[in-house]
């Protein structure tokens, strides 16, 4: 049995000289330590001899098992060490390389626009309202001057959910829960910047949903020429120190008087041209006066106190701004129209 036991020892480690997997190595370790391997297949025998020669037996199979295990061993921590180095090899990176460039994002030109009419707002001490999209009746029109059945209530073709109950069609709404917040205390001084919806067909310069910025102050002797020298300071902070503007009348039921605002034409510079259509001018907002009946309806006394207020739309100082020919554009998202203001 001693011998046969030398026989083993030599056998194995002469195979596992030349074994160059970590998988064959594993199967040599079965072949020969296994439970049924050729080692306890040998041991098996030791119940035929005398008590003298069992350990003496013993201790040469324990030689043999550690002889085999530690040749398994160093094999196994070669093949793992080989196996880390040819990961190491494929997982390496060159520090050197430059890097990918990744694509510079933008503000969306709506965005950028509201944030700059904000900035102009802010800077002239007022501060920003918000208010609900889906407004009541009562706050979108009849607190505006519009009661029921009032033919003014056609300029805006509305998206009712209920009765009483739509998507506003004007950021007004917030001025009159602003004035109605303040219960009477002025000065009143806030911009209401927010999407609207109205029921138009979508076409260069018409959406169903657009984003408006209106404008609402309230105080003790405010008149007419402040609203132009707010609204001009405006223009000429959006287009330029010789952008000027002109007030034409017009009629809105929540302002008296009321006036549409022109600013020279940001192309010709006021000259003519096919954009301005030769008049050298181009529509730019709506304003006026806050209508008696609105300031008292908000809670104000309007043999104390006046007002006034301007709405204008976003889309609509973008186009201009930017010299953009479609309102379509800031919708479709389309990159390569939008990469333009990356490198504004």
């Known amino acids: 049995m001693k011998e046969r036991l030398e026989e083993l020892r030599v056998s ?3 195979e596992l000289q030349t074994v160059e997997s970590a998988a064959a190595l594993g199967e040599l370790r079965v072949k020969y330590l296994g439970k049924k391997g050729a080692l306890t297949e040998i041991l098996r025998g030791m119940g035929g001899l005398s008590a003298e020669e069992r350990p003496v037996i013993g201790e040469v199979a324990n030689a043999v098992r550690s002889a085999i295990e530690g040749v398994i061993n160093e094999k196994q921590e070669a093949f793992q060490q080989e196996e880390t180095n040819n990961r190491l090899r494929k997982e390496t990176i060159d520090v050197t ?3 990918r460039a990744l ?3 933008a503000v969306h030109p709506l965005n950028k626009t509201a944030q700059e009419i904000e900035d102009v707002f802010l800077g002239l001490g007022f501060s920003i309202a918000e208010g609900p999209e889906v407004e009541t009746d009562y706050f979108n029109f009849e607190a505006l001057n519009l009661p029921k059945n009032h033919p003014a209530r056609d300029m805006q073709d509305s998206f009712y959910i209920t009765d009483e109950i739509l998507m506003r069609t004007h950021t007004s709404p917030v001025q009159v829960r602003t004035m109605q917040a303040k219960g009477g205390a002025t000065p009143v001084k806030v911009i209401c910047p927010g999407k609207v919806y109205r029921r138009d067909d979508d076409d260069a310069t018409h959406s169903f949903q657009f984003n408006q910025i209106e404008g609402l102050v309230i105080g003790k002797g405010i008149r007419m020429s402040d609203l132009k020298g707010t609204l001009l300071h405006f223009v000429q902070q959006m287009f330029g120190a010789q952008a000027q503007i002109r007030l034409r009348p017009s009629f809105f039921p929540f302002t008296e008087p ?3 605002v022109d600013v020279t034409c940001v192309q010709c510079g006021g000259h003519g041209c096919r954009m301005c259509k030769g008049t050298g ?3 730019i907002l709506g304003c006026g006066m806050v209508h008696p009946s609105v300031l008292e309806m908000g809670g104000y006394d309007p043999e104390e106190v006046s007002g006034f207020a301007f709405g204008m739309g976003v889309e609509r100082i973008a186009l201009l701004k930017y010299g953009i020919d479609d309102i379509r554009h800031f919708y479709t998202n389309d990159l390569r129209f ?5 490198r504004m």
């Open 338 to 342: 939008l990469g333009q203001f990356a």
């Open 103 to 105: 694509p510079r994002a």
């Open 281 to 283: 001018w181009l529509e």
């Open 258 to 260: 009321s006036a549409e």
């Open 97 to 99: 390389l430059p890097g």
């Open 12 to 14: 194995a480690l002469q």
